[in-house]
């Protein structure tokens, strides 16, 4: 199995490649570059898949962060996926952008709250308790102001870690609620978080039609935008050996 993971849905945009044996190759383009995710996807893909020494026809699946998180981010990822899925024939599946937050600290002994930075003084987040081989949601995807989600925390009564880009920037009101922040390697959703998540779940045979692919949004939107063209990746005939 070689599954393409594309994850766009913040600041931060990241492409990684992966079978059973691991992450392959990975690229990530860092948040302060702003939304340049377009502009990234084709290229990095190419990378992962020289640096594999593959192809696109030796890809077996395709994953994508749902969000929530940028509108355009969430777009350009899951339109990018979407086509290159349907194209192949390949099963795809798409996890949100709060559940790959969690999932890099679920050894934390404690409950962890992902939060993705909405804008406007307002906060996605989700909380989830660590479990044998990973993370159990148990809170539904929210979007408010900082301050509901700071009463929230009070009222738990608890140790919270908040990770993601989000409690990075409303430290000062998450950690007067008694939470810890995390920062650095927890700040954003990774593709590489993407494709151990996905690995397991392609293995179970819940990869679906590239049409089942929804973005979390939670709210509106900014603004209204036609839909980003889908970028895809063409490579010469016979182009690369594969590593299913």
Request: net charge positive; with cysteine.
């Amino acid at each position: 199995m070689l599954v393409l993971a594309l994850e766009t849905s913040t600041a931060q945009s990241g492409v990684a490649l992966a079978n059973d044996a691991g992450v392959l190759a990975a690229a990530t383009l860092g948040a302060q570059r702003g939304r340049a995710h377009a502009e990234f996807l084709a290229p990095a893909i190419a990378f992962c898949l020289a640096r594999a020494g593959a192809g696109i026809p030796d890809l077996t699946a395709v994953a994508v962060g749902l969000g929530p998180g940028l509108y355009t981010g969430m777009r350009v990822g899951i339109a990018t996926a979407a086509t290159l899925a349907a194209a192949r024939g390949l099963p795809a599946v798409g996890i949100a952008s709060l559940d790959l937050l969690a999932f890099p600290v679920r050894h934390a002994r404690r409950m962890v709250c992902a939060t993705v930075d909405a804008r406007r003084g307002e906060l996605f987040w989700a909380f989830y308790r660590p479990s044998p081989g990973g993370v159990q949601q148990v809170t539904e995807h929210r979007v408010g102001p900082v301050g509901k989600l700071a009463g929230e925390l009070s009222a738990l009564g608890e140790d919270v870690l908040c990770v993601g880009d989000g409690a990075v920037a409303h430290r000062a009101a998450l950690e007067s609620a008694g939470a810890d922040v995390g920062a650095g390697a927890t700040d954003h959703p990774t593709a590489q978080a993407l494709a151990e998540l996905a690995l397991p779940r392609l293995r179970r045979g819940e990869g679906g039609p590239p049409g089942s692919l929804r973005p979390v949004y939670l709210r509106r939107p900014d603004a209204r935008i036609n839909p980003p063209a889908p970028i895809l990746v063409t490579v010469p005939p016979g182009g690369g050996e594969g590593n299913r």
